[in-house]
């Protein structure tokens, strides 16, 4: 079987371009030693993977939700909805906690992020339109078109300011704030993320890559004339 992948150069924004408020930061992991490609850290000053009135758009087996700003989450789930009994835990006292049933239009279970269920409200055309719906089990997939995977890092979270309050009074213990635990599940529009690259990495080159049909923008070492992949290609075929 073929697979098929191909890259072309993408050129950031030259001059003072507009970014999102929440965008503080960008970071590159190269996976050094891994066949891995490059992964993007956002550095947010917020949980910019969710935002008020998000509504997810039915196409097909992906659900998708957009922001105006450029960011984007989908989740892939391919069961039916329907009413279904479920349970969930409730606060009884301090320590004490019960199962109680309730109904809820919600997917089969599938077996995508260890089975968790995530609700979300419906949008589009959908006869649910406004309606929350619980995925039971839906899976992470390739990024839509015309955006691209970005983990972020919330500033904001009560576990980044515990560690800041900590390294203030310990300044050995004090890190990155890339290395601060990163969320999954962001997707960002090619023009946002060049914009946001163009103000924090602006010693890099870009590349447009496509693996199949997942495309998406890709930071290039500056001693590389290629994504990494490629790189990699490169080196194993001259050691042979």
Known sequence: MTFHRSWRPYELPVGPHPIPRWAKGLHVEWM???????????????????????????DGHRYMATHADGRASTHYHSGRISITTMKRRVRTGRM????????????TQQEGYAGRHYPIV????????????????????????GYSPVSFVDMSSSHVRRDLQHAAKHPRASKPWFKHMAYFGLEIRHDVLAAIAARYLPHL????????THEQLEPMKPEWDCPKI?????????AA
């Open 205 to 212: 080159q870009f590349a447009l890559t496509q693996y199949e």
């Open 122 to 145: 419906l949008g589009g055309v959908h006869p649910l339109r406004g309606k929350e719906v619980v995925l039971r089990g839906p899976w992470h997939g390739s990024p839509p078109p």
């Open 32 to 58: 050094d030693g891994y066949g891995n490609w490059p992964n993007l850290i956002l550095k947010a000053s917020e949980n910019v993977g969710s935002w008020p009135d998000m509504r997810f758009v039915q």
């Open 230 to 238: 490629w790189w990699l290609d490169r080196q194993r075929s001259a």
């Open 96 to 107: 004490e906690w019960r199962d109680e049933e309730y109904e809820a239009y919600a997917t």
